[in-house]
């Protein structure tokens, strides 16, 4: 394997450097890495690498999985990507997008990013004479019962997903549906990594349904989702919502890749 060389001049602060290519290194992975590939690609002592990647897990930035003797990044990791994107360019790059959704599908649509197991809502867009949402700018709901959340569980490393929902006790409700375990919720990601595209209904609110897609990066990682919601008893077809939200999702992901 080619070595990913450090030929930054300058650095001031050593052990920051290499934490942060550790991080970059870990975001480009597909999956889970062990720590001696990650000393080996980055030209770094083995000894080194323990350390950082002990600090980095204290703060909940890389998960150590035990059993498997290997590494992946964590949640607090996954807060940055989120805060970045409250921060303006993807809220900026999506809403026009969002906004013809909604002109297309005479729907409310909406764009979101995971937050920890919550999503947080950056970009909202109301149809005219459509029910009201709890769904607004700035709003958190449980990840696993929205359609925006199960898009973006669904593209991340299962690592992950076990990390956020380690068993039963985590598990919200607002209607009394949705998964309720972590087996329950496995068996739905991997459904929806089939169909490609999430779907909810009623598991929100009484009454109202949903369809997401999530916008992944170039490594894969879920960067945020796209979704549009309506009355269950009126409205598209399922298929044809979520085709047009695939395609909405695919927009906003070649904008940010390029």
Known sequence: MSVIPDNRSGTQVPAADQTLRILRY???????????????????PRSTVHHLLNTLAAHGFVLHLREERRWALGIAASELAGGFARQQPLARLGRPLVAALA??????????????????????????RRPAL????????????????RAMLAALPREQVRALYPNAGVFSTRT???????R???????????AGFASEDS???EG????????????????????????????????DAASAVI???ADLQRRLRH
């Not at 009394?176 to 972590?182: C, D, H, K, L, V």
């Open 26 to 44: 870990l975001a480009g992975r597909p999956a889970s890495v062990a720590a001696s590939a990650i000393a080996r690609e980055l030209a770094l």
């Open 103 to 128: 002109d297309r599908l005479g729907q409310s649509t909406h764009l979101a990013v995971l937050s920890g197991s919550d999503v947080v809502y950056i970009v909202e867009e109301r149809a005219p």
């Open 203 to 205: 598991e929100v609110t």
């Open 134 to 149: 709890v769904s607004d700018v700035g709003v958190r709901l449980p990840a696993h019962l929205t359609a925006t959340g």
């Open 208 to 239: 109202m349904r949903s369809v997401g897609v999530a916008v992944q990066d170039a490594s894969g990682w879920p960067l945020a989702a796209v979704a549009v919601t309506w009355a269950s008893d009126t409205g598209p077809a399922e298929s």
């Open 184 to 194: 329950a919720l496995r068996e739905l990601l991997r459904s929806i990594r089939a």
């Open 247 to 249: 395609q909405t999702a």
């Open 176 to 182: 009394g549906r949705g998964p309720s375990t972590p």
